[in-house]
């Protein structure tokens, strides 16, 4: 017996022992144990290429070659063991959701563990979570896939298999829990907790038990909320918004300046591990995800940096040091950006974390640079990662319970709320979207949180699509339509030119009087009895411009053209709403029969 077989002979001997909701249960510990195991093999192998790296380099500048060849390995096994491309990220799983039933191909599974791995283990400057959620989010839909679970189901298990992946990176089961329902989840039913806890914690007891805690990306809080430094937190949330807003504009600009090159795609990896080099060079810290760098600052102990230009020597000790952070928040996106254009696998959710500690330990440095005030540098750094997180993640509470886990305590929590809130406010007020789902989501390929318009999402166009109408051309007589009429159980015809061009519709109830006037059969044209239609649907037309455009015109049927205006088909509204009212039957609780 294979293991797909034994596996459904035990689902089966389960789903007669269990009530559905147990079973779920079930289900879940298996997608977190997997997704928690996916997450620290990810993890041990880039901290082993990581440190293989730092022991071959022959030279003290021999580590800055190595992204290029990242790139470069990335994109070969992209090339040819991938298809040639592998959709990323958060926004990869979010359209899986809405457009494809939940589910995920099964190379998902493993592909973004083997070319993030790489990318970052060779010193690309992105990070590694979003590979860990697609990950995790793959393992949930395929198990459920083979457990025979509904698309309701599927779409619980691809959220736990990312939370559990979230908890297993960072330690933090309550941020993995908060990061699905926020991130993945717009349908937020209570019952769903329970599957996500449960996963979550799986995968955080997987990551506990097998890596040690050196490898963990953990602080310990060293000084305590003071009430008087409110002000400070007031003005360091506003700047983290801004800041939020200029990572995800500029990192956009630079990921599709370098996809415009016409270059094949190894030429492009080299080029962008040449502008990687010299970023590294002048500011080592941007070097892979950033995290040892990171501790440094949020534990205050950042006082010397690699000055390989002599530049910043000029500026004195303490200027100096300034400067070097605040340039280091400003290419952090540029260093990013490459790294995702030239051909690496990664995620923003890192970067933005490195680029609000280098932030909040800029502005505590600079205020503490005044003889007036002295602020507590390692807290406003702490706070300064979730201020950049929720603005350019787009998950505000997500970044509350990550901070507020890693340092092992709620001590900070009050500053945290009034950062996170600030920045995700001044993001929102200029961008409704977060810069990876933007473009999806006013094509309508993701979930927002209007539920309407969800469901709408979750219908595709040539699934409601009525193609069994007939057609006549415009140059015929009315006795050749009442021959139509008679072999057709339709009240709705469409008319074509000679050209095969869709010319206009002809409804039974229009010419009803007609058919029984045999006189007027050879005498009255098809084209003198049509009519235009109150709209017309093409066939790359959105499940919402179609509603629109039935609001507005009023009538039961619309034709679907396609791109050389030749008649598809109708869409029936009727049919189109019994499917909305079918969608939205199945949104129920977990614990409804």
């Known amino acids: 017996m294979g293991i797909k077989s034994l596996y459904l002979a035990i689902l089966n001997f389960l789903r007669t022992r269990l009530s559905r909701v147990q079973f779920i249960m079930v289900i879940a510990t298996l997608v977190g144990f997997f997704s928690g195991l996916g997450a620290v093999f990810l993890k041990t192998v880039v901290h082993r290429l990581q440190h293989g790296v730092e022991d071959i380099s022959f030279h003290r500048y021999a580590y800055l070659v190595f992204p290029a060849i990242g790139l470069l390995i990335t994109v070969f096994i992209i090339r040819y063991f991938l ?169 956009k600009k630079t990921e599709h300046w370098i996809h415009e090159w016409k270059l094949n795609m190894f030429a492009r990896a080299v080029i962008g591990g040449i502008f990687l080099l010299a970023i590294f060079y002048v500011f080592p810290p941007l070097f892979g995800e950033g995290y040892d760098s990171v501790k440094l600052v949020a534990n205050g102990t950042f006082t010397t940096f690699a000055d390989n230009t002599t530049l910043f020597a000029a500026l004195g000790e303490n200027w100096g040091l300034i400067a070097f952070t605040a340039l280091i928040v400003l290419f952090k996106p540029v260093a990013a950006g490459i790294t995702l254009g030239s051909g690496g696998n990664g995620g923003n959710f890192a970067p933005s974390l490195f680029a609000g500690s280098y932030l909040g330990f800029f502005f505590s440095r600079l205020i503490n640079s005044t003889p007036w005030f002295k602020i507590p540098v ?79 999402t979750s219908i595709v166009l040539s699934d409601m699509l009525q193609d069994s ?104 509204k009727t049919k189109l709403f019994s499917k909305y009212r079918e969608i939205l039957s199945r949104q129920g609780d977990l614990y409804e029969p």
């Open 83 to 251: 298809g040639g491309q592998i959709e990323k990220g958060i926004a990869m799983v979010l359209k899986a959701i809405a457009r494809k039933s939940s589910f995920i191909p099964l190379k998902h599974t493993y592909a973004h563990i083997v070319t993030s791995s790489i990318t970052v283990g060779f010193g690309g400057s992105v990070g590694l979570e979003a590979p860990i959620v697609a990950t995790g989010s793959a393992v949930g839909s395929n198990i459920s896939r083979i457990s025979d679970l509904n698309y309701q189901e599927r779409t619980l298990l691809i959220a736990c298999g990312a939370a559990a992946g979230i908890s297993a990176v960072f330690n933090a089961p309550i941020a993995g829990v908060i990061f699905a329902v926020e991130v993945l989840l717009t349908e937020k039913v209570v019952s769903y907790f329970i599957p996500l806890i449960i996963s979550s914690v799986v995968g955080v007891l997987c990551s506990k038990i097998i890596l040690q805690e050196s490898s963990m990306f953990n602080f310990v809080l060293k000084q305590n909320f003071d009430y008087n430094n409110v002000p400070f937190y007031i003005l360091l949330g506003v700047l983290a918004g801004f800041v939020s807003l200029y990572y995800a504009r500029i990192f």
């Open 378 to 456: 390692g807290n406003f750094s702490l706070i300064g990662m979730a201020g950049v997180l929720s603005g350019v993640m787009y998950c505000p509470l997500t970044a509350i319970f990550l901070i507020a886990e890693i340092t092992n305590g709620y001590e900070l929590f009050i500053p945290l709320m009034i950062v996170s809130s600030i920045s995700f406010f001044i993001v929102k007020s200029y961008e409704p979207y977060s810069m990876d789902l933007k473009r999806l989501a006013l094509e309508g390929q993701v979930f927002t949180h209007r539920k309407e318009k969800n469901i709408l």
């Open 469 to 572: 109408y007939e057609s006549i051309n415009l140059d015929k007589k009315l006795r050749d339509l009442v021959e139509l009429i008679k072999g057709s159980e339709k009240n709705i015809f469409a008319v074509s030119d000679n050209k095969g061009k869709f010319a206009g519709i002809i409804e039974l109830n229009d010419i009803k009087q007609k058919l029984f006037q045999p006189e007027l059969f050879d005498k009255v044209a098809v084209k003198t009895i049509m009519k235009k239609p109150a709209a017309i649907l093409r066939d790359d037309d959105t499940m919402h411009e179609v509603m629109e455009k039935f609001d507005i015109a009023q009538s039961w049927y619309l034709p679907v053209l396609g791109k050389e205006r030749n008649f598809i088909g109708f869409i029936s």
